[in-house]
């Protein structure tokens, strides 16, 4: 199982980035995603997750500011980041889970995200 995270880097404040997480080596469309976040000393946290329906939920702390969508054609989940703050710096990670009938729970290597003032 491989969880591939790419389109982390600096960016200024206000500014956008796309996340996108590839997926392989496991059934994609009936695996929840997320995205985390974690920064130095403190836990990691939710930022978004979308389930195998498409059901999205988000951290009050990104709610309208950020996006998470999913391709299962693509078996890639994005998370579309607009108006970054500086505490939105952070190492992002992918998370797959499934929750019934032989659960897994799977993450990837982590991309780092980083907004200048």
């Known amino acids: 199982v491989q969880l591939v995270e790419s389109g982390g880097g600096l960016v200024q404040t206000g500014g956008s980035l796309r996340l996108s997480c590839v997926a392989s080596?496991?059934?994609?469309?009936?695996?929840?995603m997320g995205w985390y976040r974690q920064t130095p000393g403190k836990q990691r946290e939710l930022v978004a997750h979308?389930?195998?329906?498409?059901?999205?939920n988000y951290a009050d702390s990104v709610k309208g500011r950020f996006t998470i969508s999913r391709d299962n054609a693509k078996k890639t989940v994005y998370l579309q980041m607009n108006s970054l703050k500086p505490e939105d710096t952070a190492v992002y990670y992918c998370?797959?889970?499934?929750?019934?009938?032989?659960?897994?729970?799977?993450w990837g290597q982590g991309t780092q995200v980083t907004v200048s003032s």
């Open positions: 998370n797959a889970e499934r929750t019934s009938f032989r659960p897994y729970d799977y």
């Open positions: 979308i389930t195998s329906s498409e059901r999205s």
């Open positions: 080596g496991i059934l994609f469309s009936v695996t929840d």
